[in-house]
């Protein structure tokens, strides 16, 4: 340092020489310095790698949008790449009285369609699942990853059934229909349709949907766990009664304490997590810090963040960072200065319906620890004396 920064005093090669021609990357790809942020598959979460997930690196993201390469990946049967010319949309009712007219779409035919494009989370069930009964994983992007966030773009589903005649007086209900082998199936009831605000998607972030995610077309359910969000989308029918298919029926069930099943439960309930400092972090000193995370809620806007620093004795109101979309990740942030001595950070979201994250200890006496779904407890990272960021559950 005596003799000065080299990285300064020397010119690099990009300083003293030409750069890279325009388009000699057509499709645009992250630094080879950012390697290190990639989806990840929990190892022995699953027995085969196409009935599995690939969780988002929520550790290294900023702001509220999910890069569309690291939106999450849960598959039941694997992803294909559907060619769209050869991909349909059947709408028709369970019997005649339900729509007037059925109907087979073409990609094409549902992209000539009036689109509107909305900003929202998906958030699998089964996101902090392995947590329910004690610390099963290390960081935030295996405890909380099984969440994404992205500007969708599609059309009204209700604009497709009234093209189809749709009865919405006798109509109840509408199973959507995957293309894949899983044939995931599930129902939805009509009064999301109706509010608009279930899409049948072919945009995500801007360009057409990645194959991951349900190229050609894809369900948005705002708000609703993401195992609604039905991918390659092949299939709407009305009809007046829930399904009970095996996606709703054997699986996405609650196991409540008393060994009794708690079913339908769809909405994600007002949930938070600090993303940075977070479990397999080092601090390298004391000082200052810059506490960062998100918070969601499939009810609605996000009202208030609390951040705790001392395992939830005290707490402090977070900024919340603009724009606040309902339905929508919300990025919030908090000034920090750690003195050098063990700490527990905790957040815990409110939103707009007043309802507040419970604790571990509140969400247990109601839910046991037995789930798999629906896992919003407030989560702790404690940071030891080292710097060293982990994974604790305070009650
Ligand atoms: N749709 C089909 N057709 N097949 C699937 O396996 N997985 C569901 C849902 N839609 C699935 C599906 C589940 S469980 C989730 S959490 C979301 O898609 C995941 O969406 P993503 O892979 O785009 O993150």
Sequence with gaps: AEDGDPNILTLPPWTTSLGQPVAARPYGLPSQYEKGLQRRESPGLTRMSQVSVAFTPLQGLFGIITPSGLHFERHHQGWSDIDPSKHRLMVHGTDDGFVKQPKVYTVDDILRLPPVSRMHFIECGANTGMEWGNVAVPTVQYSHGMLSCSEFTGVPLRLILEDCGIDWKKAKYVLAEGADGSSMTRTIPIELVQSDEVLVA??????????????????????????????????????????????????????M?????????????????ITTPSGGQILLDKGFYNISGLAWSGRGKVKQVDVSTDGGINWRRARIEGPVNSKCLTRFN?????????????????????????????????????????NNAIQSWKVAESGEVSNVQVL
């Design 334 to 374: 908090i000034d920090w200065v750690w003195d050098g001595k063990p700490a527990i950070l905790q957040s815990r979201a409110m939103d707009e319906t007043g309802y507040v994250q419970p604790s571990y200890g509140q969400l247990r006496a109601v839910r046991g620890t037995k789930s798999i779904y629906h």
């Design 257 to 273: 304490p008393d060994g009794q099943h708690r079913q339908y439960t769809s909405t994600q309930e007002c949930k938070s997590v």
């Design 202 to 255: 072919y945009g995500q972030n801007g360009e057409m949907l990645r194959p991951e995610n349900g190229y050609p077309l894809r369900l948005v359910v705002p708000g609703v766990q993401g195992v609604s969000w039905v991918k390659w989308l092949r299939r709407i029918e009305v009809g007046d009664k829930p399904w009970a298919t095996k996606d709703e029926a054997i699986h996405y069930i609650d196991l």
